[in-house]
């Protein structure tokens, strides 16, 4: 018995083969168990010389079991700490990674372009106070863009004054950049911007990009000159016909409309004979600088705002305002961008 089990236990590899060799031998059925319980029938002189020889076998049986058991653990940690090693000199697997949503997008395009051009960029609040979005901006009392058809008024507050509204443009960081530093001044604004208008080609939550350029004997030729550079770099096309229309805002003078050559039947930019506005832009209005405290004698500059949706839709062939912000993911995949 004590070979067979030598045998058995050099033979068994895992926990569960050795477990079988030690309930086969010490287990209730086992066979040292059934000779033991088999003492009984051995006669009376030769029971306490067999009983010893058995108690003896048993217990080196057992020590051989336990130690054969230790063995076994050992080789499976062993085996284990192998499989488990780290090598750390494998590149990480790679994380999923997501994709730029195309306004952010279309917004770092344009920082990118304005920023060759000397622009650094500015920021403004969201809610916004009545002066900096309209009354600096020389947008009188009865404006119809002040009706709150138009604009999001916020409920007044106690000791705020006039109720704030979010800004209907992005046009009020003029304002405040004009009042925060000293000309020259050379910035873009690119923000949310927000109008109660909800259909196809409204939302109420929009982005622009303000530019304002302040300087001594800035003219209409830099105007010019900078948004044909601007949009010609934006789409990529160095021939892109580009008009001025004149235009009406309260707070520039003269003021235009900017259209880009397109086909209306192909929906191509920069082909056929037809006009597509893109951008609105205009001299800073002299009263706008006095309203900022800057000397309209010894100052000027030009101001542009553009939609920031309606260029990325045209660039990138987007044909529904409202998919920008369903966060479909099917869409994202479709029109994001990497990283
Ligand atoms: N704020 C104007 C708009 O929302 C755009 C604009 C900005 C026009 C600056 C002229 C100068 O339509």
Redesign the pocket.
């Known amino acids: 018995l004590k070979q067979e089990t030598i045998e058995a236990l050099i033979a068994a590899n895992t926990h569960n083969e050795w477990d079988a060799v030690r309930v086969g031998t010490l287990g209730r059925s086992g066979k040292l168990t059934m000779l033991l319980r088999q003492l009984g029938q051995v006669p009376a002189e030769e029971r306490k010389a067999r009983g010893q020889e058995l108690n003896r076998l048993r217990d080196e049986l057992t020590k051989l079991i336990e130690k054969r058991g230790k063995e076994i653990e050992e080789l499976a940690l062993e085996a284990r700490l192998k499989e488990e090693r780290v090598d750390v000199t494998l590149p990480p697997p790679l994380e999923p990674q997501g994709l730029i949503h195309p306004i952010s997008r279309t917004i770092e395009e344009m920082t990118a372009i304005f920023a060759r051009m000397g622009f650094s960029v500015a920021e403004g609040p969201d809610i916004e106070t009545q002066w900096h979005n309209f009354s600096a901006l020389n947008t009188p009392d009865h404006h119809p863009a002040r009706t709150e058809q138009d604009t999001f008024y916020l409920l007044d507050e106690e000791g705020q004054g006039e109720p704030r509204v979010l800004r209907?443009?992005?046009?009020g960081v003029?304002i405040r950049t004009m009042l925060g530093q000293n000309p020259p001044i050379r910035i873009i604004a690119p923000g949310r911007?927000y109008r109660a208008d909800h259909d196809a080609t409204h939302s109420p939550m929009f982005h622009?990009c303000?530019?304002?350029v302040i300087d001594k004997n800035i003219t209409l030729g830099h105007l010019k000159g900078c948004l044909i550079e601007f949009l010609r770099a934006y789409f990529n096309k160095p021939d892109l016909p580009v008009r001025f229309r004149s235009s009406y805002?309260p707070?520039?003078e003269p003021?235009m409309e900017v259209d880009i050559g397109w086909s209306r039947k192909t929906g191509e930019i920069g082909a056929g004979a037809d006009w597509l506005e893109v951008?609105?832009?205009?001299m800073v209005n002299p009263r706008v600088l006095a309203n900022c405290g800057l000397d309209p004698a010894e100052w000027q500059g030009?101001?542009?705002?553009?939609g920031v949706e309606r260029l990325a839709m045209l660039k990138n062939g987007i044909a529904d305002l409202r998919s920008f912000y369903e966060s479909d993911l099917r869409w994202l995949r479709h029109y994001g961008f990497s990283a």
């Open positions: 209907t443009q992005t046009s003029q911007t622009q303000e530019g304002l805002f707070f520039t003021s951008l609105g832009a205009g030009f101001a542009f705002g553009m």
